[in-house]
């Protein structure tokens, strides 16, 4: 532990503790011994060159210098000679042996160690050959191979000395430069950037931030990079301040904000507790006022039909027995009171058809209402053969609904867009469906007398008509009979029409079931 603490003390006084110093160092190292490896490398193989160059020029020299006598000496087969001239050679530095093969064999051979035999290209030996030739007969006769070795282990040698000395003393440069270099860098970058890396350690935005290291402005020629990063530094740290001091009062309104937002949650839950039970308690007593009105409008319309019948089989008898008494005005008022009176009749079961549509209990399932449309366009063209009127309706519509009440609703309006259009030479009457939002929205659409779209809130209203009953025939019940029956089914109906351009009457029902009372096909 202390030798690792000692260790770590020493590498922070060298700067070594600092990464970026170590890769710096390690980078100078390899670059310096690549380059002072590359530098040696050349310089041993020039010598190397040179070297050899000069041994080859000796040998050449020898060959110059002998081959005359050597020719005159293996001519006349004076070994003496031959010996001595060979042995002459063999005195010379680098020779280590020097032989002359005559007819493929060797004759003479002088060698200067006793290891020494022939010529061996693979070891460190420079092999020179030059033939010996005489004149005879008019001709070049041979007669012999004269080779020459000449040793490369002093080359060698001084080749080995010559790269140790460079590897140390590049090695010497090379440790003084990175040393340098080192000491430089620590001066001008590591101890600086150390500073700004401390500096920035130690900033907290809730105190006051410590000075920063002094660093050249930026426009003086002599600011480096270092220079330029303390300024950002600078620079970031007031805006960081800044937009801390923003976030604090930020924070600070939030934090009102919040109290505010959980007072007025607080206020709004009350007010939603107290509305809840107001609407509970207004909703129990609709409940029972919309019962009571119904249990009202049920009895009263079953005690009016007993006087009503009474008028009405009075006044069928009074114009069966007494017409001939009566004048003609007498008989006219006579009918206006019957009229009169089968039309309150009329009113009556349309009240009652309400009430029984209100009262009655949903009994859901997948409805075709295509087939149902249909069934009731065919009723209506055997109450009516002689209307001409053209139909479009979209197949495979259907919806979750009870399927006596949707027909009911179609009835009533494909009923409605039968008897506005009976004006038109052609009439055209559509019924189709469309997606909307999860939802199916159907329409009924006619060509007939439209109505003004100013009177449109009066159109589901009971015993609100847009028209004179001169003109079109109805009591006025029937689209608030549609509108209640598409209202039980959780839908919504609304129409859009323009007076002498027809129709168009929507209505939407949910695709799935949407009731808890509702039972599956």
């Given at each position: 532990?202390?030798?690792?603490?000692?260790?770590?003390?020493?590498?922070?006084?060298?700067?070594?503790?600092?990464?970026?110093?170590?890769?710096?160092?390690?980078?100078?190292?390899?670059?310096?011994?690549?380059?002072?490896?590359?530098?040696?490398?050349?310089?041993?193989?020039?010598?190397?060159?040179?070297?050899?160059?000069?041994?080859?020029?000796?040998?050449?020299?020898?060959?110059?210098?002998?081959?005359?006598?050597?020719?005159?000496?293996?001519?006349?087969?004076?070994?003496?000679?031959?010996?001595?001239?060979?042995?002459?050679?063999?005195?010379?530095?680098?020779?280590?042996?020097?032989?002359?093969?005559?007819?493929?064999?060797?004759?003479?051979?002088?060698?200067?160690?006793?290891?020494?035999?022939?010529?061996?290209?693979?070891?460190?030996?420079?092999?020179?050959?030059?033939?010996?030739?005489?004149?005879?007969?008019?001709?070049?006769?041979?007669?012999?191979?004269?080779?020459?070795?000449?040793?490369?282990?002093?080359?060698?040698?001084?080749?080995?000395?010559?790269?140790?000395?460079?590897?140390?003393?590049?090695?010497?440069?090379?440790?003084?430069?990175?040393t340098l270099v080192f000491l430089l860098f620590q001066l001008t970058v590591t101890r600086r950037l150390n500073a700004l890396a401390q500096h920035a350690h130690a900033l907290d935005l809730q105190q006051t931030p410590p000075a920063l290291p002094p660093a050249r402005k930026p426009d003086d020629p002599q600011a480096d990079e270092i220079d330029q990063l303390t300024h950002a530094l600078h620079d970031m740290q007031e805006r960081l301040a800044e937009a801390y001091r923003q976030q604090a009062s930020l924070n600070n309104e939030l934090r009102e904000e919040s109290q505010r937002h959980q007072t007025a949650c607080h206020k709004l839950a009350t007010l939603s507790e107290r509305?809840?039970?107001?609407?509970?308690?207004?909703?129990?007593?609709?409940?029972?006022?919309?019962?009571?009105?119904?249990?009202?409008?049920?009895?009263?319309?079953?005690?009016?039909?007993?006087?009503?019948?009474?008028?009405?089989?009075?006044?069928?008898?009074?114009?069966?027995?007494?017409?001939?008494?009566?004048?003609?005005?007498?008989?006219?008022?006579?009918?206006?009171?019957?009229?009169?009176?089968?039309?309150?009749?009329?009113?009556?079961?349309?009240?009652?058809?309400?009430?029984?549509?209100?009262?009655?209990?949903?009994?859901?399932?997948?409805?075709?209402?295509?087939?149902?449309?249909?069934?009731?366009?065919?009723?209506?063209?055997?109450?009516?053969?002689?209307?001409?009127?053209?139909?479009?309706?979209?197949?495979?519509?259907?919806?979750?609904?009870?399927?006596?009440?949707?027909?009911?609703?179609?009835?009533?309006?494909?009923?409605?867009?039968?008897?506005?259009?009976?004006?038109?030479?052609?009439?055209?009457?559509?019924?189709?469906?469309?997606?909307?939002?999860?939802?199916?929205?159907?329409?009924?659409?006619?060509?007939?007398?439209?109505?003004?779209?100013?009177?449109?809130?009066?159109?589901?209203?009971?015993?609100?008509?847009?028209?004179?009953?001169?003109?079109?025939?109805?009591?006025?019940?029937?689209?608030?009979?549609?509108?209640?029956?598409?209202?039980?089914?959780?839908?919504?109906?609304?129409?859009?029409?323009?007076?002498?351009?027809?129709?168009?009457?929507?209505?939407?029902?949910?695709?799935?079931?949407?009731?808890?009372?509702?039972?599956?096909?």
């Open positions: 532990m202390q030798s690792t603490t000692h260790q770590n003390k020493l590498l922070t006084r060298l700067g070594l503790q600092s990464p970026l110093a170590r890769r710096l160092v390690v980078s100078l190292v390899l670059v310096s011994s690549v380059l002072a490896l590359l530098i040696t490398l050349a310089q041993l193989y020039t010598d190397f060159r040179r070297d050899t160059a000069s041994i080859h020029d000796e040998l050449l020299q020898i060959e110059k210098s002998f081959s005359e006598s050597l020719r005159r000496s293996v001519w006349t087969l004076n070994d003496t000679q031959v010996n001595a001239q060979l042995d002459g050679i063999l005195a010379l530095p680098y020779i280590e042996s020097a032989s002359i093969r005559v007819d493929g064999e060797v004759r003479w051979q002088r060698v200067r160690n006793a290891g020494g035999n022939e010529p061996n290209p693979d070891s460190r030996q420079l092999v020179h050959r030059f033939e010996l030739t005489t004149r005879y007969k008019d001709h070049q006769r041979h007669i012999g191979t004269v080779a020459i070795i000449a040793s490369l282990e002093s080359v060698y040698r001084h080749l080995q000395d010559k790269a140790i000395f460079i590897l140390l003393s590049n090695s010497a440069k090379t440790l003084v430069v990175v509305l809840e039970d107001d609407v509970r308690q207004r909703t129990q007593a609709l409940q029972a006022s919309n019962r009571e009105l119904e249990s009202f409008a049920y009895a009263i319309s079953h005690d009016l039909r007993a006087p009503l019948r009474s008028i009405i089989g009075f006044s069928q008898a009074l114009q069966e027995d007494c017409a001939d008494q009566l004048d003609d005005e007498g008989r006219q008022y006579l009918e206006r009171v019957n009229n009169s009176a089968l039309r309150m009749g009329q009113l009556i079961e349309d009240l009652l058809k309400l009430s029984r549509i209100s009262q009655s209990k949903l009994h859901c399932r997948k409805v075709n209402l295509s087939n149902i449309a249909m069934e009731v366009v065919e009723q209506l063209r055997l109450a009516d053969p002689e209307r001409r009127v053209w139909l479009d309706i979209q197949p495979d519509i259907s919806a979750w609904g009870d399927s006596g009440l949707l027909r009911i609703a179609l009835a009533n309006l494909l009923g409605n867009a039968w008897k506005y259009s009976a004006g038109k030479d052609e009439a055209h009457i559509e019924f189709g469906c469309r997606e909307e939002e999860g939802n199916q929205t159907c329409f009924v659409r006619d060509n007939g007398a439209g109505f003004d779209m100013r009177y449109a809130n009066r159109l589901f209203t009971p015993f609100q008509r847009l028209h004179q009953t001169r003109e079109f025939k109805g009591e006025g019940i029937g689209l608030a009979t549609v509108a209640r029956v598409i209202t039980r089914h959780a839908g919504r109906i609304w129409a859009e029409a323009k007076p002498g351009h027809g129709a168009t009457f929507y209505f939407s029902l949910p695709a799935t079931p949407q009731r808890s009372e509702r039972t599956e096909e």
